[in-house]
Nanobody, 117 residues
């Protein structure tokens, strides 16, 4: 059974930081590209950042470049998203997703991030 479980979301003030984690099981993590998406109220889900299976390649949305950092630990089957200098417009539900070699995509249940004073 495939599972992707996000954690680390919460309420933070503008300028603050959060670290999201996505712990996975049920598929070959080390062969899969991983991404973080987010969806704000009333908006479409958007790609935040992706990382290749080895971690050598990343692709950030312009809106988060220089503030967010994705990383992965293939030994722990976990991907992380370090978010610094958070802005109110970063408020959204953040989803972890995996894309396997067979082009299957799996999603987590999401974690809420709220940036507000």
């Amino acid at each position: 059974q495939v599972q992707l479980v996000e954690s680390g979301g919460g309420l933070v003030q503008p300028g603050g930081s959060l670290r999201l984690s996505c712990t996975t099981s049920g598929f070959t993590f080390s062969n899969s590209g991983m991404s973080w998406y987010r969806q704000a109220p009333g908006k479409e889900r958007e790609l935040v950042v992706g990382i290749s299976s080895t971690g050598a390649g990343t692709n950030y949305a312009d809106s988060v470049k220089g503030r967010f950092t994705i990383s992965r630990d293939n030994a722990k089957n976990t991907v992380y998203l370090q978010m610094n200098s958070l802005k109110p417009e970063d408020t959204a539900v953040y989803y972890c997703t995996a894309k396997t070699l067979s082009y299957r995509r799996y999603w987590g249940q999401g974690t809420q991030v709220t940036v507000s004073s």
